[in-house]
Each structure stands twice: as structure tokens, then as C-alpha cells.
């Protein structure tokens, strides 16, 4: 797809990987809608920075949790830009509860979390559809994480929200073909303010120098590297729909093995 003159909607977009990839969208011409829940001064900078690339920007607040706010998000899109082409469905909510505490992942978290990973995600491919079949083309990718694959993570409900978006994303991608692609990207561990304030400064260290031993690239990625991947799937993946990328250094592996240290 050539993003010159498109337009997008990037879910959770005012800090982190949302925000990188928006600015890299921006960088390639494309109008971006920047959605944040509370953050309204760090969506209205990211704004800003899309803006000095010479494109169309706007802050809209919306919970994805919400179908209405979906709706209104992307209606938004349209009613400021004339059209709708792309959706990174970045938005999420996690909590982190030790898998074998049973009793701490309560049925008000397993909704929230479920409400906002997945039905978000649904909600707001279902408002974007119309709008970008009638564009002629479409792109969506749904941003999911290795825990989905792999079956560990923040908790069992986040691992089990993401599965179930992989899972989505094949079945969106069996339904609105030709017009539109959908596909996911899984990161791994992602050097962002949300994961360091989630384990810990502790624990986040451990986790990186964790990566560099176990894993053949020994790097944790950074939100730019995650949102390069997602632009290409958007402007470059033509044939490839129904798949989700493990972009994960090579944790999905299981261990270096013969590899050693450099």
C-alpha cells in the first residue's frame, strides 16, 4: 500500500509502540488519528510530532473497551481526513498476577482485560470495514505479543486475550479479503515504559540480561523496532494475510542451544 495521502487510526498511540508507529506512518505521508484513554497530554505531543511531518494529526480520546468509543474513534478518522485505510490495533490492558495465583486474577480483571485485548479489537475493525472497503483497500494489524503463542506472560488472562486475537486475525482476514489485510505482529519483551513500571526496575533488568543470555539476537526490541514491523506489514506485506509475526529476537525458540556467547 502506498501510505502517501492515506489516513489511520493507531489504538493507544500517545506513548510507546503506538506512538512510534504512528510517526513512522506520519514519516511516509499518512494522516494519523492518535487515540489515547487518559493521557491526553502525551497524545496531543505525539500529535505534534506527526504534524511537523507534514501530515494531518488529531487526538481523539476513546476507550477501546467501549464499542461506542470505537465507533466514535473512528468516525473521527473519516469525518476529519475524508477516509479511513489503515487500523493498528495497539491498545491493551494487563495486569500482573503470578500464574499460579488463581484467586488473584479475579473475574472483574479477566473481563477488563478480555473487554479491551479482544472485543476492543473487534469493535474497532468492525467500525473501520465500511469505511475502508469503500476506500478500495485496507489494512489492519493487530498488535498481540509471544504470550499468546507461548502461554506465559503478565498473566493468564493477558496470554489467553492474545491468543484469542491470533486466532481473530484469521478469521478477519478469511472474511474481508480481497480488500482488506489482516494481520498481527507478537513482540516479545519491548524496552517501553509500560513494561518497566509493570515488573519493576528490579525485575526489568533481570528480564533484559535474561534476553541477552537465552536468546540468539540477546537484545530486548524497542517500540521503533516493533512499529518498523507493523509499517511494513502495512506497506509492504501485499501477499500476506492471516499471519501473525513472532518479533521476538528468537525467545519463541526456547534457548540459544549451541549458540554461544559473542
Known amino acids: 500500500m502506498e501510505l502517501k495521502k492515506k489516513v489511520a487510526v493507531v489504538t493507544g498511540s500517545s ?6 508507529t504512528a510517526l513512522r506512518l506520519a514519516e511516509r505521508g499518512c494522516s494519523v488519528v492518535i487515540n489515547y484513554t487518559r493521557s491526553r497530554s502525551e497524545a496531543e505531543e505525539a500529535a505534534a510530532l506527526c504534524r511537523e511531518k507534514n501530515v494531518g494529526a488529531i487526538t481523539v480520546q476513546a476507550d477501546v473497551s467501549v464499542e461506542a468509543d470505537c465507533v466514535r474513534l473512528i468516525q473521527a478518522a473519516v469525518d476529519s481526513f475524508g477516509r479511513l485505510d489503515v487500523l493498528v ?3 491493551a490492558f494487563t495486569k500482573f498476577v503470578e500464574f ?4 488473584g486474577m479475579t473475574e472483574e480483571l479477566w473481563m477488563r482485560i478480555m473487554r479491551t485485548n479482544v472485543l476492543g479489537n473487534f469493535f474497532c475493525c468492525r467500525a473501520a470495514v465500511p469505511h475502508m472497503k ?3 483497500e485496507g489494512a489492519i494489524v493487530n498488535v498481540v505479543s509471544i504470550a ?3 502461554g506465559h506472560g503478565s498473566s493468564i488472562a493477558y496470554s489467553a486475550s492474545k491468543a484469542a486475537v491470533i486466532n481473530m486475525t484469521k478469521c478477519l482476514a478469511r472474511t474481508l479479503g ?4 489482516v494481520n498481527g505482529i507478537a513482540p516479545g519483551a519491548i524496552d517501553t515504559r509500560w513494561l518497566r513500571q509493570g515488573l519493576g526496575e528490579k525485575e526489568f533488568d533481570a528480564l533484559r540480561e535474561s534476553l541477552r543470555a537465552t536468546t ?3 537484545v530486548m526490541a524497542t517500540a521503533e523496532d516493533v512499529a518498523e514491523a507493523i509499517v511494513w506489514l502495512v506497506e509492504g506485506a501485499r501477499m500476506m494475510t492471516g499471519e501473525t509475526i513472532k518479533f521476538d529476537g528468537g525467545q519463541h525458540l526456547g534457548g540459544k542451544g549451541g549458540l554461544r556467547r559473542k
Do not use: K, S
Open 134 to 136: 469503500e476506500a478500495g
Open 89 to 91: 490495533n495497539n491498545a
Open 100 to 103: 499460579g495465583d488463581l484467586d
Open 178 to 181: 480481497p480488500e482488506i489485510r
Open 148 to 150: 499468546g503463542f507461548l
Open 15 to 20: 506513548v510507546g509502540v503506538g506512538r512510534a
Open 216 to 218: 540468539p539476537l540477546e
